[in-house]
């Protein structure tokens, strides 16, 4: 409970406002998101470089699970589709979704 409520002070505080589109049911859900720092892809090696994002959600009153293919709306012109989804778990239970992008 209390790594649920830093993650979600952290994303209230750092976070912007995005949205994602499901694939499978075309349905558009308004959330906030906040960049990651960090980015590593494992199986792109260190002379290639990748472009790609991640952002980070919490999984507190989600009403879905993202999933690979969704769209992910930052902006009217930035807007990227979900390669992978990481669930972010503390003590046994998912607090929050680590969303990379390409």
């Given at each position: 409970?209390?790594?649920?409520?830093?993650?979600?002070?952290?994303?209230?505080?750092?976070?912007?406002?995005?949205?994602?589109?499901?694939?499978?049911?075309?349905t558009i859900y308004?959330?906030?998101?906040?960049?990651?720092?960090?980015?590593?892809?494992?199986?792109?090696?260190?002379?290639?470089?990748?472009?790609?994002?991640?952002?980070?959600?919490?999984?507190?009153?989600l009403a879905f699970?993202?999933?690979r293919g969704d769209?992910?709306?930052?902006?009217?012109?930035?807007?990227?589709?979900?390669?992978?989804?990481?669930?972010?778990?503390?003590?046994?239970?998912?607090?929050?979704?680590?969303?990379?992008?390409?």
């Open positions: 409970m209390m790594f649920q409520n830093v993650l979600n002070s952290i994303i209230n505080l750092h976070g912007t406002d995005v949205a994602i589109k499901s694939l499978e049911t075309a308004n959330l906030r998101a906040v960049i990651s720092n960090y980015y590593r892809s494992p199986v792109v090696e260190e002379e290639i470089q990748s472009i790609g994002r991640q952002y980070i959600i919490s999984s507190k009153d699970v993202p999933k769209r992910f709306t930052i902006s009217s012109n930035q807007y990227f589709s979900i390669s992978d989804v990481q669930e972010m778990i503390a003590f046994g239970k998912t607090i929050g979704y680590r969303l990379v992008l390409k």
